[in-house]
Every structure is written in C-alpha cells, then in structure tokens.
C-alpha cells in the first residue's frame, strides 16, 4: 500500500506540476508551529511537516518566510506556491483560496491577561491582525486592538495597552507556563475554525491533490500523531 501510494504522489508531481521547485510560504514567528532558531533558520511543527510532506509527494521544495498580513495576497499573486503557516481553515479565507485537509485538528482559542478580574466582554482584547480571533473580538463587543505579530499581542498584555490577548491555546501555553505567574488565563475557552490546513491558490488543484494525499498518508501510518505529540507535549490534541 505504500508503494502505491509512493508512486501515485510521484506521478502526480512529475505529471501535473508545472514547476521545478514547490515554494513554501510561513511567518517564522509562530512557536511551535513555525519559528526562528537560535541559528536563524526556520523550525517548528510545520517546518518538519512541511519537508515530509515534500519527500512523500516527490517534490522539490524550498521555504519562503512572510509577514502574516500579506501572506495570502502574495499566495494568491503568485510570489510562492503554499501557506504551511498555523492557518484555520475559514468560509472566508476558502472563498479566495483553496486548502488541503487539516493536518492540525480544529482547538480551542484562549484568553491570556495579567489580572484574573479583567472585563472580557467590553475590555481591550488584543489579537493578531486577519486572524479568526481578530474576527471573534471584532464580533464580541470588545474592544479589538490588532498587531501585526502574534508576540506584539502578548507584550500588549504586558506592558497594559490591552487587558486581554486571544490567540490558539496552543500557542499560549508555553508563555503563560513560563511566565512565573505574570500571566494567566481568564474566562472560557473559545472553539474557532476547522482545523490548519495548507493554502494554495484555487487554479492549483494538482499541488492540492498531492499535499492532501501526503498529508493523508501521515494520518495513516502514525507519523502525523507522532509529530504532535513531539512538538506539543503534555497538550490535549485530538488525535487524527
């Protein structure tokens, strides 16, 4: 079975695909998902997923670092060919791009604040611009204070501009454990989106094939799992 599956993504790669070398795009600034090392290279969930999506598929790839607010436009204008880059998959972002099944299964966002009594329902509530829970605050009658950067949303906590951060639960995490009771996490936690997936342009359905069928092979063998439980231990991810 894996021999049919080995071939079928390299005839599908070497059939279907117009370029020689499959461009990935991610923010970099995303941990655990996608980060800087100490080195300066790119690392993270994603990127380890990324390069074994690319091996099973039988495509070349090389990655493409973008800020999180341009990056479907410049998807969609072709300066890169993917988005590996903590995306949910959205109604509104699948009417201007296309995206694979999940490889991180739908969780929960979460609130983050400096005091246990701050007012989440008419407060300042910082989120990352052009996310789904920039989208959430804007709908929820607080006040909505975006950034640029998901770090920017935590430092507004810190230094006072915001009372609240919303942002993945996953992501959160690590920063509330290693913040020494500075910040802590208020109210109820919030279901959004359907998953991360990754992005292509609608017209590239054969990219699209591919990724999905490496992507489903993961699930299948194990590996997929394995990798979460790697870079997100001791979490609660739903097992795919």
């Known amino acids: 079975m894996r021999l049919w599956l080995t071939t079928a993504f390299a005839l599908v790669a070497t059939g279907a695909l117009a370029q020689d070398v499959v461009r990935i795009a991610t923010e970099g600034a995303y941990p655990p998902f996608n980060f800087l090392d100490d080195s300066g290279k790119l690392a993270g969930f994603e990127i380890e997923l990324g390069n074994e999506l690319c091996a099973r598929a039988g495509l070349t790839c090389e990655w493409v670092q973008n800020d999180w607010d341009s990056i479907i436009p410049n998807l969609v204008s072709g300066n ?3 988005i590996i880059a903590g995306m949910s998959i959205t109604e509104e972002r699948d009417e201007v791009i296309d995206f694979t099944p999940p490889y991180f299964p739908p969780t929960e966002s979460a609130y983050v604040a400096a005091s246990a009594d701050v007012d989440l329902t008419s407060g300042v509530i910082a989120a990352q611009t052009a996310t789904i829970q920039a989208a959430h605050v804007a709908e929820s009658g607080a006040t909505l204070l975006e950034f640029a950067t ?12 915001a009372d609240a951060v919303l ?5 959160l995490a690590p920063i509330v454990a290693a913040s020494n009771g500075e910040l802590m996490f208020v109210g109820e936690r919030v279901p959004l989106g359907n ?3 990754a992005g292509l342009r609608e017209s590239d359905t054969a990219l699209r094939d591919a990724l999905s069928a490496a992507i489903q092979s993961m699930k299948d063998d194990g590996s997929l799992n394995a990798l979460l439980a790697k870079w997100f231990p001791g979490e609660e991810i739903p097992q795919f």
């Open 80 to 82: 890169y060919d993917v």
């Open 150 to 161: 998901p770090e920017e949303t935590v430092a507004a906590v810190r230094n006072g501009e």
């Open 167 to 171: 942002a993945d639960y996953d992501f």
């Open 195 to 197: 998953g991360v997936g």
